[in-house]
């Protein structure tokens, strides 16, 4: 059983950082996709990043690209997102998110595995 733990949100202010973690526990990650997905206030979830675990090959949202960085560390079995220059729209609580079988992996419908979710909130 995959289970997922994210940390690091909290209040900043524009133009701040932040670096996300998600903690992975359970099977080995050989093969995953795993991915950060967003929902801010009023708003659907939606694709920010992702990673392939075995290549390290990344994926941005066009909206995020320059400013996230996802990353992760064989060793903890941890994955990351870096974020720089906070924007107010950048508020949102951030999921991580995996899965084995991951044909387009901005589709939160093909990730099994899901965390609780950590908040960002970027104030003006």
């Known amino acids: 059983q995959v289970q997922l733990v994210e940390s690091g949100g909290g209040l900043v202010q524009a133009g701040g950082s932040l670096r996300l973690s998600c903690a992975a526990s359970?099977?080995?990650?050989?093969?995953?996709?795993m991915g950060w997905f967003r929902q801010g206030p009023g708003k659907k979830r939606e694709f920010v990043s992702a990673?392939?675990?075995?290549?390290?090959?990344?994926y941005y949202a066009d909206s995020v690209k320059g400013r996230f960085t996802i990353s992760r560390d064989n060793a903890k079995n941890t994955m990351y997102l870096q974020i720089n220059s906070l924007k107010p729209e950048d508020t949102a609580v951030y999921y991580c998110?995996?899965?084995?079988?991951?044909?387009?992996?901005?589709?939160?419908?093909?990730?099994?595995?899901w965390g609780q979710g950590t908040q960002v909130t970027v104030s003006s």
């Open positions: 990673i392939k675990w075995n290549s390290a090959s990344t």
């Open positions: 359970g099977p080995t990650f050989s093969g995953y996709v």
């Open positions: 998110a995996a899965d084995q079988f991951i044909k387009t992996y901005s589709q939160d419908h093909e990730y099994d595995y």
